[in-house]
């Protein structure tokens, strides 16, 4: 079975400090992928990254990073200079590989990151 | 860029009843998903369809079906509903079963 771990309930921090989001995975997939979204107030779910079991290079897309770490099974997330409309529900996800079949996601409890003006 | 699209975006329903929901992919991704989020919930995989074949399923219900028709568009099908369907319901899709899914808007039924 599969199973994600957000132990960061919730995070708030001030304006332009940076946060990271922890994100711990299980399986016993040998090829996986680990995705994270964003889920702001409106509710829809934003896509912001897929890295699979294979891929270990730490990633950076203007403010964010993300950290793959395989050893101990993590995939981090980082803000840096963080702005109020980062404030939003995040969620680390996990998907196997069956074979080539549509495998669901499993998603972690999600982190509610609040920043303060 | 054309998105992923859902609808209604809203359903208000009474127990017991039937509710149906549409999803339209994105143009050429031929695999959808749906998921299930209850208030304060991560997301909850239901089932998944590929080249309008069932290939995954996850937790849904004996009283919800789904399928995906010959234009790649699916339905999610809901039957004697409860006051806990209550639910943001959201599809997803991908070109392939290995690329980024990407998500609609949701459909929020409430159940009354």
């Known amino acids: 079975a599969q199973k994600v771990t957000q132990a960061q309930t919730e995070i708030s921090v001030v304006e332009k400090e940076d946060v990271t989001l922890d994100c711990v995975y299980e399986?016993?997939?040998?090829?996986?992928?680990l995705f994270w979204y964003k889920q702001p107030p409106s509710g829809e779910l934003v896509f912001l990254i897929r890295?699979?079991?294979?891929?270990?290079q730490n990633e950076i897309s203007g403010r964010y990073s993300w950290n793959f770490q395989k050893s101990t099974s993590s995939f981090n997330f980082t803000i840096t200079a963080s702005q109020v409309v980062d404030s939003a529900v995040y969620f680390c996800?996990?998907?196997?590989?069956?074979?080539?079949?549509?495998?669901?996601?499993?998603f972690g409890k999600g982190t509610h990151l609040i920043i303060q003006p | 860029a054309a998105g992923v699209i859902q609808s209604p975006r809203h359903l208000i329903k009474e127990k017991r009843e039937t509710a149906t929901l549409k999803c339209y992919p994105i143009?050429?991704?031929?695999?959808v998903y749906w998921y299930q989020q209850g208030p304060g919930q991560d997301p909850q995989f239901l089932i998944s369809f590929y080249e309008k074949m069932q290939s995954d399923k996850g937790s849904i219900p004996d009283r919800f079906s789904a399928q995906q028709f010959s234009d790649y568009h699916s339905e999610l099908n809901m039957s004697s509903l409860e006051l806990g369907d209550s639910a943001l319901y959201f599809c997803?899709?991908?070109?392939?079963?290995?690329?980024?899914?990407?998500f609609g808007q949701g459909t929020r039924l409430t159940v009354v």
């Open positions: 996800a996990l998907s196997g590989n069956s074979g080539g079949g549509a495998d669901g996601l499993t």
């Open positions: 143009p050429r991704h031929d695999t």
């Open positions: 890295r699979n079991s294979f891929d270990e």
């Open positions: 399986t016993r997939d040998t090829t996986y992928y």
């Open positions: 997803a899709s991908s070109l392939e079963t290995e690329t980024e899914a990407f």
